[in-house]
């Protein structure tokens, strides 16, 4: 037996190590970077009509109130980059109109809508759910618009919180370490009630909130992470920066945030998928050649790839493995993931309809 077959045995013998290989494969095998970049680009596209949207109803609400409209200017939205700028400029920077609202609105609708929309591609893409059993894009786009009101308002208040715990000096805030731990953990708790209901509600396979639940919390615990950190950067090292640097740190810094944290959510869905579907141990040279006896869980997996490819509810889609490198005998495809794996109205645990033969 080789190195690599007897470290390969090793592995395999010990789920500390054979989950997170697994949930790293499956993460190379879905594409997971593409998803998080679609995720990260609607993400991106909907944070300047927002920007657009809140200083315009600023300047509806403020109209007629210098002194509250002097506040916001010095206030740490008066040092971001280009913005800030622009409302030091004239003391009625602030002011309401009616084509920016709609240019807002309409903008924010598109990006958040495609955020919804991305993160439920991503979902049925990582849970292996047949096309034919996605829903049609009607229907996926009222639901992205549903959820889209309880996700907004949840992510919106734990980057306030983020914002508050981190920039409290540059907001003239004396919080102290207990008030910054609280916040922390009731930001961490939202979070964690928004990413059960993303990936319970925006996931065509039925799913109960128990198994989402560990991905759910890894990833509100990353995402409070990543706003820490990025609410630290906006407060502190763009305070003072000159507006081209400060432009470039701000959108540089906004790519990289929003990226890393697409990738977070991504991880965390192919997590609670390896753990349901058991999808460990998968053996280690897999990725990399032909030449590798493939495991269960390898078989698994790469039946319920090409199964998601079904397009309509009569296709049937067979998935058999011939005698491999290693010797390994022709064996049907299919064989069924952990106890835990739920049905979803007649689909199999790879997301799959059964079928009588013909």
């Known amino acids: 037996m080789s190195i690599t077959e ?20 499956k993460f190379f095998d879905d594409q997971g970077g593409y998803l998080a970049a679609l995720i990260a680009h ?69 990006g958040g809508i495609g955020i919804a929309q991305s993160l439920q591609n991503s979902l049925n893409k990582i849970w292996a759910v047949p096309r034919q059993a996605r829903p049609n894009p009607f229907k996926s786009r009222l639901r992205s618009l549903g959820l889209l009101v309880v996700l907004g ?49 925006l996931n065509a396979r039925e799913l109960t909130w128990r198994q989402v639940a560990v991905g759910a919390l890894i990833a509100a615990v990353g995402w409070e992470v990543l706003q820490l950190v990025g609410t630290y950067f906006v407060a502190h090292k763009l305070h003072g920066a000159s507006q081209v640097y400060g ?25 609670n998928v390896v753990r349901i579907d058991a999808l460990y141990p998968r053996s280690l040279l897999t990725p990399f050649t032909d030449n590798v006896a493939l495991t269960s869980a390898d078989r698994r997996a ?29 064996e049907p495809a299919g064989d069924g993931p952990g106890p835990e794996a739920p049905v979803n109205g007649g689909l199999d645990a790879t997301g799959s309809r059964s079928e009588p033969a013909p």
């Open 42 to 110: 609607y993400a991106f596209v909907s944070i300047f009509p927002l920007l657009l949207l809140f200083t315009t109803i600023l300047g509806f609400v403020l109209n007629g109130h210098p002194h509250l409209q002097q506040q916001v200017i010095n206030s740490a939205l008066g040092q971001f980059p280009i913005i800030g700028q622009q409302l030091h400029s004239s003391a009625h920077s602030l002011t309401g109109s009616g084509v920016a609202l709609i240019i807002g609105i309409l903008g924010s609708l598109y």
């Open 247 to 271: 432009l470039f740190g701000l959108v540089l810094g906004l790519l990289a945030l929003l990226g890393l944290e697409a990738l977070v959510v991504v991880f965390a869905a192919e997590i």
């Open 6 to 25: 007897k470290l390969d045995s090793w592995q395999q013998r010990r789920p500390g190590l054979g989950i997170p290989l697994a949930v790293l494969y």
């Open 153 to 201: 308002v949840g992510v919106i208040a734990t980057t306030l919180m983020s914002g508050i715990t981190t920039g409290s000096g540059a907001l003239n805030l004396n919080l102290g370490p207990i008030s910054r731990i609280f916040a922390i953990v009731v930001s961490v708790i939202v979070d964690m009630a928004i990413f059960l209901a993303a990936f319970k509600v």
């Open 302 to 330: 790469y039946t319920s790839y090409a199964k998601t490819e079904r397009y309509k509810g009569f296709e049937r889609v067979d998935v058999s493995y011939g005698t491999g490198p290693k010797g390994q005998q022709e």
